[in-house]
């Protein structure tokens, strides 16, 4: 492994393998500890990345020929092109990946096809790659079926390629949900449109991972090296999961299932105030292209204790995990790494020091885990 390692910066990803010689500012990152290799909990792991060259090679070529060119997803799969370290590592579903969760202590990942996905290609070509992916997929997981399991791909342009997906993946491959990596051409699922794609997730029982990705428009967030983490991603997965909300999906659906990464993407910090101003979208017609008014049956802090469950990705710190499982419930809240992103012994260890009782921090490891993706 290179020590000169891409810069990454525009997307976060400058630490993205911390402990190989980057350097980064610690700031509030984990103390040095140890993992607790006899720990009373699986560790599942459950936003895991990989890719395969196919698929990279099809978004570069329409990145290329300059077709999407306004498309910030698009131009940020092209980045992550060429960072072959990184590559390397998302494309890797063998000995190497479970060398790095033997190492960090990892019993199982939960494989997410990597941000942005099949969703910026164009809509055939977007179905055939997520067949593909989903069959890579389901090939790793029944070579290793106790350390993986995976989340289907599927392209949302192509809304009845979509609905097959998801019901082949759950159905025929037995994959534990699905994955998308928000907006797509800064559309999103609640634009009724792509109401049968929810219809289907709801009717297979397959909890929707929204993973971010790039904004649509990402000048602002360019001109401040704030494209990832830093302000891009999870404002764009904050329209994706409000908008589910406000567009009365829930209601429609109730057994609908989200998950939400990053802590919620900030989200349950606002529970309090989303109820407060719910009236400023509650009842108020013309939305979405000119849809009819729809008046929710709950506050808003309802669908995120009921059909919404976040995961602590990159984000091992335990002032933000125990505001969560108070307010959000301790079944609500899984363990996820984020890797190759993010991967750090040093947080592993944190979560086995972590100041929760041993029942709360079994769930949060390993239990809510199996319960939400059906392990
Ligand atoms: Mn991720």
């Given at each position: ?9 525009e997307f976060g990803l400058r630490g993205y393998l911390p402990e190989r010689g980057v350097r980064r500012r610690i700031g509030l990152a984990p103390a040095k500890g140890e993992i607790d290799r006899n720990a009373p909990y699986k560790r599942i792991a459950t936003e895991e990345a990989w890719s ?324």
């Amino acid at each position: 492994m290179s020590d000169l390692l891409p810069d990454g910066s525009e997307f976060g990803l400058r630490g993205y393998l911390p402990e190989r010689g980057v350097r980064r500012r610690i700031g509030l990152a984990p103390a040095k500890g140890e993992i607790d290799r006899n720990a009373p909990y699986k560790r599942i792991a459950t936003e895991e990345a990989w890719s395969f060259p196919e698929l990279v090679e099809a978004q570069v070529s329409l990145f290329k020929s300059g077709r999407a060119s306004d498309d910030g997803a698009l131009a940020m799969a092209s980045m992550f092109a060429n960072m072959p370290d990184l590559q390397d590592l998302l494309f890797d579903l063998g000995e190497r990946r479970i060398a790095h969760m033997d190492e960090f202590g990892i019993d199982r990942q939960l494989l997410l096809l990597t941000s942005p996905g099949v969703q910026v290609l164009e809509p055939e070509e977007g179905t055939r790659l997520a067949r593909k992916a989903n069959d890579i997929a389901a090939e790793a997981c029944a070579r290793y079926p106790d350390r993986f399991s995976a989340l289907a791909a599927f392209q949302p342009q192509d809304v009845d390629g979509a609905v097959a997906e998801i019901e082949r993946a759950m159905k025929e491959l037995n994959f534990n949900g699905a994955v998308l990596n928000s907006h797509w051409k800064g559309r999103y699922l609640d634009e009724p449109e792509f109401d049968p794609i929810l219809a289907a997730l709801e009717a297979n029982d397959a909890a929707l991972y929204i993973h971010p990705t790039s904004p649509w428009y990402t000048k602002p967030y360019k001109d401040r090296g704030m494209i990832g983490a830093l302000g891009g991603f999870p404002h764009d997965v904050w329209i994706h999961t409000m908008g589910l909300i406000l567009s009365g999906a829930f209601d429609k659906y109730p057994n609908l299932r989200l998950v939400i990464g990053h802590m919620g993407e900030c989200m349950p910090l606002h529970l309090y105030r989303f109820d407060w101003m719910q009236s400023n979208a509650d009842g108020v017609p013309g939305m979405r292209g000119g849809q009819p008014a729809v008046t929710l049956k709950h506050p808003i802090s309802y669908y995120f204790k009921k059909n919404i469950w976040i995961t602590t990705s990159g984000e091992g710190w335990e002032p933000a995990i125990k505001f969560c499982m108070d307010v959000l419930g301790p079944d609500r809240v899984l363990y996820a790494m984020d890797y190759p992103y993010q991967q750090s012994r040093d947080e592993v260890a944190a979560y086995d020091c972590l100041d929760i009782s041993p029942e709360h921090k079994k769930m949060l490891m390993q239990e809510n885990a199996e319960r939400v993706f059906r392990l």
